[in-house]
């Protein structure tokens, strides 16, 4: 059964630190992708970062980035330099190949100043 | 605008009523999903239209929900005699292609008197 789990449903972190978001997954598909949105208190959905299950290389896009460790099926999100601005709700996803996307419970991050 | 467009952005109705959701994707893309999402809550998958494949129902609660996308672009999410317990905001969000990553609408926040 495809499943995505995130073990940590709040985190206070110290502005300017780095933070890393804990994401797991389930799949006996070969090939699949693993995104992580971000949701602010405003609501909307945003869209972070994505990585493929072939790419070979961890998915980077600005001060975040994917630590993707294929064996243990775990995609972790760094925040490298945390902000304020970072306080949110943090979701991973994963789409198998032939499948629906499918979303974790959420993380809910706080920085405090 | 260029993103995903959802209608109305607050619907406030009375028990037992029927009401109507739009979601106006982004042109071009392929799969469109609706999630019901409560107040600090994850996403709640509901279905999921790809191309011109059979719509995939799985996450609907009841038969008092049901969609339709039109023509492969526009889709409507009906709740037919709606309960207090279907208040939540709804999102709809598009996808180019089955693998790429999901953009979201802003929601609409249904609200059952």
């Known amino acids: 059964a495809q499943k995505i789990t995130q073990t940590q449903p709040g985190m206070f972190v110290q502005e300017k630190e780095a933070v890393t978001l804990d994401c797991t997954y389930d799949?006996?598909?070969?090939?699949?992708?693993l995104f992580w949105y971000k949701q602010p208190s405003s609501g909307e959905m945003i869209f972070l970062i994505y990585?493929?299950?072939?790419?070979?290389q961890n998915a980077t896009e600005g001060r975040y980035s994917l630590n993707f460790q294929k064996a243990r099926k775990s995609a972790n999100l760094v925040i490298s330099a945390s902000q304020l601005g970072d306080s949110a709700m943090y979701f991973c996803?994963?789409?198998?190949?032939?499948?629906?996307?499918?979303f974790g419970k959420g993380t809910r991050l706080h920085i405090l100043p | 605008g260029a993103g995903v467009s959802q209608s109305p952005s607050n619907k406030v109705t009375e028990k037992g009523k029927d009401v109507e959701l739009r979601c106006d994707p982004i042109?071009?893309?392929?799969?469109l999903y609706w999630y019901r999402q409560s107040l600090g809550q994850g996403l709640e998958f509901l279905i999921y239209?790809?191309?011109?494949?059979?719509?995939?129902k799985s996450g609907l609660p009841s038969d008092r929900f049901s969609a339709e996308r039109t023509g492969g672009s526009v889709s409507t999410l009906t709740i037919q005699r709606t309960q207090q317990e279907d208040s939540a905001v709804y999102l709809c969000?598009?996808?180019?292609?089955?693998?790429?990553?999901?953009?979201f609408g802003d929601g609409t926040r249904l609200s059952i008197l």
């Open positions: 969000a598009s996808s180019f292609s089955r693998e790429g990553p999901q953009h």
């Open positions: 799949t006996s598909d070969q090939s699949y992708g």
């Open positions: 990585q493929g299950s072939y790419d070979e």
């Open positions: 996803a994963m789409r198998p190949r032939d499948d629906k996307i499918i």
């Open positions: 042109s071009g893309h392929t799969a």
């Open positions: 239209f790809q191309g011109n494949s059979a719509p995939d």
